[in-house]
């Protein structure tokens, strides 16, 4: 059978507030960062990148921040929708690397 | 919206069975990928392909497993002879280059092995 799952940390927020997802990562040699979203039942879908040149990369409703100096990723969402529910991870990526690792996971809960 | 396929969404199995998991990544994507995602748990890394050849793989994925593109449109996972830790999600995904940029994920199959 299937293995019990990692308890995910959760983040509920009430709708319509800002949301901030947190994310360490391990290598210091990645330079390519990624913010997936997925939805229960659903592969990951894409947020938004940032390479280690940038410390701040901005979407629609969402900004992803990069700290290399403590390895450190977060994805803030504007205005937070039900929508928004599901679970995000962060990804990491290198240069002469043919892979992404992931992050494990936070889910977020938005509050009507 | 060009997007990644697979088949089937679900596939229950007896261990010890052969498993093959199917994928038709975006068409003018050149490197592949396998991940594997246990219930509940992050999204894990097995094996990268180019050029009709693996590029890279995680220590998940041992002479058990293997890869293939059949033809020019199919990426196969196939599994040997399964256990009862290999029930997962199994994601494809598909990228235009390789170490950078969008790596888009198909919907997944499930893997259940009795």
């Known amino acids: 059978g299937e293995s019990v799952g990692l308890h995910l940390p959760t983040l509920s927020v009430q709708e319509g507030d800002n949301s901030i997802i947190n994310c360490a990562y391990s290598?210091?040699?990645?330079?390519?960062f990624i913010w997936y979203k997925q939805e229960s039942g659903k592969g990951p879908q894409f947020i938004i990148d940032?390479?280690?040149?940038?410390d701040k990369r901005q979407g629609q409703r969402v900004t992803v921040l990069l700290n290399k100096t403590v390895k450190h990723l977060s994805l803030q969402i504007a205005a937070t929708q039900p929508g928004d529910s599901a679970v995000y991870f962060c990804a990491e990526g290198s240069s002469g690397t043919y892979k992404y690792i992931f992050g494990t996971g936070t889910r977020l809960k938005v509050l009507a | 919206e060009p997007e990644v396929t697979q088949t089937p969404s679900h596939q229950v199995t007896q261990m010890g069975q052969e498993v093959i998991l199917r994928c038709v990544p975006i068409s003018n994507h050149l490197y592949f990928y396998w991940y594997r995602q246990i219930l509940g748990q992050k999204v894990e890394f097995l094996v990268s392909?180019?050029?009709?050849?693996?590029?890279?793989k995680s220590e998940i994925f041992d002479d058990q497993f293997s890869v293939e593109r059949p033809d020019g449109s199919n990426f196969t996972l196939k599994i040997r002879s399964t256990k009862l830790e290999d029930s997962a999600m199994y994601f494809c995904a598909s990228i235009v280059s390789g170490n950078t940029g969008e790596l888009f994920f198909g919907e997944g199959s499930r893997l259940t092995v009795l």
């Open positions: 392909f180019y050029n009709n050849e693996i590029s890279e």
């Open positions: 290598n210091s040699a990645s330079d390519y």
């Open positions: 940032i390479r280690s040149n940038m």
